[in-house]
């Protein structure tokens, strides 16, 4: 069984930075991609940024610039540096995560619970 944690949303005044994290865990073989998504209420989920076991990065347009995808693989971490945050970056933050367990022959994708960010003066 893998599990996905995040950690560190929260409330931050625009303009404010923020860092996420999430951690998998479990009976991982490999990690292929970590990425952020979130949604907002009334919106669907967005993908936002994703890292590559190679290091490579993806960023939507919307966080270009502002946010910053990186990972930890002796940790099985991903982390979200969000910098010059907008009151429209209020959402939900989700990590999710393509892993291969142990045993398996292919890689499944896994997602956090969530944490809230709120961009607020």
């Known amino acids: 069984q893998v599990q996905l944690v995040e950690s560190g949303g929260g409330l931050v005044q625009p303009g404010g930075s923020l860092r996420l994290s999430c951690a998998a865990s479990?009976?991982?073989?490999?990690?292929?991609?970590m990425g952020w998504y979130r949604q907002a209420p009334g919106k669907e989920r967005e993908l936002l940024a994703v890292?590559?076991?190679?290091?490579?990065?993806n960023y939507a347009d919307s966080v270009k610039g502002r946010f910053t995808v990186s990972r930890d693989n002796a940790k099985n971490t991903v982390f979200l540096q969000m910098n010059s945050l907008k009151p429209e970056d209020t959402a939900v933050y989700y990590c999710?995560?393509?892993?291969?367990?142990?045993?398996?022959?292919?890689?499944?994708?896994?997602w956090g619970q969530g944490t809230q960010v709120t961009v607020s003066s």
């Open positions: 999710n995560a393509q892993i291969r367990e142990v045993g398996a022959n292919w890689p499944k994708l896994y």
């Open positions: 479990g009976s991982i073989f490999s990690v292929i991609t």
């Open positions: 890292g590559r076991s190679g290091g490579t990065t």
